[in-house]
């Protein structure tokens, strides 16, 4: 099992920085890929960015391809997703999840809580 909570969310304005944390507890961390979702209000989820097990590997969506960078830290049981030149449709839950390498969320099996970004103009 994996349990994952994220936090660095908040209001921010546009052209701003935020950088999302995702803490996770349970021992086999490092052998799953990792991934960032977001889903705005009347909008189905959309992948941001994956990374690899090790950390080696990292892929972004086009929407946020640019301004976004997935990172993980093993030993801190952590993935960070830094987002920066922020834009009012970055808005939305953003959530954490653990599985599979892929851009689905059918891919990924464990899923945090969420944590609401909000970019004013």
Avoid at 13 to 18: E, H, N, P, R
Wanted: charge should be positive; aromatic fraction near 10%; include cysteine.
């Amino acid at each position: 099992q994996v349990q994952l909570v994220e936090s660095g969310g908040g209001l921010v304005q546009a052209g701003g920085s935020l950088r999302l944390s995702c803490a996770a507890s349970g021992r086999t961390f490092s052998s799953y890929a990792m991934g960032w979702f977001r889903q705005a209000p009347g909008k189905e989820r959309e992948f941001v960015a994956a990374i690899s097990a090790s950390g080696g590997t990292t892929v972004n969506a086009i929407s946020v391809k640019g301004r976004c960078t997935i990172s993980r830290d093993n030993a801190k049981n952590t993935v960070y997703l830094q987002m920066n030149s922020l834009k009012p449709e970055d808005t939305a839950v953003y959530y954490c999840a653990a599985g599979s390498w892929g851009d689905s969320p059918h891919d990924y099996q464990y899923w945090g809580q969420g944590t609401q970004v909000t970019v004013s103009s």
